[in-house]
């Protein structure tokens, strides 16, 4: 029988998770989010096994990270043949990271103020 290793958030990270749910995450981009902050990189099985989220979710959560820039894909050649396993690592240090959310929430609180305005001017 193979042994896995279970990984699992602590309440700390689970509190994390929930926060940036709260701000408007979606709920795999803030456990993979997470993840990374503990972890430098990994392989997509490795962000599945930390996450306990599907490779379909991860492959689509992974996404919003690098069309953000965030993430940079290495890949490497276990072995020396076969197929190339890739490997993701943040671009940007987490607190970077933060300031970007910082700034895209700022933003987006700043244009339903204004649509907000446009609708009082209505009445």
């Not at 902050?37 to 599907?54: H, Q, V």
């Not at 959560?61 to 276990?78: Q, S, T």
């Amino acid at each position: 029988m193979r042994q896995k290793e279970v990984w699992f958030f602590t309440d700390k990270e689970e509190e994390t998770i929930s926060i940036l749910i709260e701000i408007g995450m979606t709920t795999n981009v803030a456990k993979i989010f997470v993840y990374f902050s503990r972890n430098p990189d990994g392989t997509s099985r490795e962000i599945e096994l930390g996450t306990d989220l599907r490779q379909s979710d991860v492959s689509m959560a992974m996404k919003y990270f690098i069309n953000r820039g965030w993430i940079k894909i290495l890949e490497c050649f276990p072995g020396g043949t076969g197929r190339s396993i890739k490997v993701f690592r943040l671009a940007l240090p987490v607190e970077k990271i933060l300031d970007a959310i910082e700034t895209e929430k700022e933003n987006e609180l700043e244009l339903r103020l204004l649509q907000l305005e446009r609708i009082k001017h209505y009445f």
